[in-house]
């Protein structure tokens, strides 16, 4: 079945240091990808996401790129804050019919980035 | 102005009572959904409806029983509840029931059974 496989966390980082937690993902069909990011006491909220091969999607400074051939949709960002500290959640869904109804949810992976 | 919204914020209850939780949505969405998030933050889809019709109904104790009087509003009502039952409740909704569209959560709703 459908699956997505994201790095454990917690991730700590300085200010200004570069971010990546990576994302794999087990799918049939053409999934469209999503990062979603939930702040602290907070619900999710969508940060970016690609729908084909190739396609990046880019948000906030956080970029991820679409990779088939390695199933992958790893969250970059160049230089963190610390407002950037949450729960980071990768997500596929997939257009195959029968099952195009919900996201195939990440663990997340919590960020915790100091002064 | 709220686009999902979710009452109560928390909610702090006996084992055995039975709660109600509210979620409104005021974007004109078609779909919504209710998850249970756990304390390591695991998501798990639990219900969604899609103009009022239920369309995903995962394994869930049936205590758990949903209800959607009109497109904008989605109440998840639990009977009996258990101390496995706390857990961070987050509504969502989107304009479709494809899940390539994106999702628009609530705050959320701690629930912390004793």
């Known amino acids: 079945g459908n699956s997505v496989t994201q790095m454990e966390g917690p991730v700590t980082l300085s200010e200004e240091a570069f971010l990546t937690i990576n994302c794999t993902y087990t799918?049939?069909?053409?999934?469209?990808l999503f990062w979603y990011v939930q702040y602290p006491g907070e619900g999710l909220q969508l940060l970016l996401k690609?729908?084909?091969a190739d396609d990046k999607g880019s948000n906030k400074g956080f970029e991820a790129t679409y990779r088939k051939e390695t199933t992958s949709f790893h969250l970059e960002k160049g230089s963190v804050q610390v407002s950037d500290s949450a729960v980071y959640f990768c997500?596929?869904?997939?257009?195959?019919?029968?099952?195009?109804?919900?996201?195939?949810w990440g663990l997340g992976t919590s960020l915790a980035v100091n002064p | 102005d709220t686009a999902v919204s979710q009452t109560p914020k928390y909610l702090v209850t006996q084992m055995g009572n039975d709660k109600s939780i509210k979620c409104e949505q005021n974007?004109?969405?078609?779909?919504m959904y209710w998850y249970k998030q756990d304390s390591k933050k695991f998501l798990k889809i639990m219900f969604s409806?899609?103009?009022?019709?239920?369309?995903i109904n995962e394994t869930v104790p049936n205590r758990f029983s949903p209800k959607s009087p009109d497109k904008a509003h989605l109440n998840l009502h639990i009977n009996s509840l258990e101390l496995g039952d706390s857990a961070v409740y987050f509504c969502?909704?989107?304009?479709?029931?494809?899940?390539?569209?994106?999702?628009?959560f609530g705050p959320g709703t701690r629930l912390t059974v004793l």
């Open positions: 974007l004109g969405h078609d779909t």
């Open positions: 690609a729908t084909k």
């Open positions: 969502a909704s989107s304009p479709g029931h494809a899940s390539y569209n994106e999702q628009f």
């Open positions: 409806y899609n103009n009022k019709e239920l369309i």
């Open positions: 799918a049939t069909g053409y999934p469209s």
């Open positions: 997500a596929l869904s997939d257009f195959n019919a029968g099952n195009n109804r919900k996201l195939i």
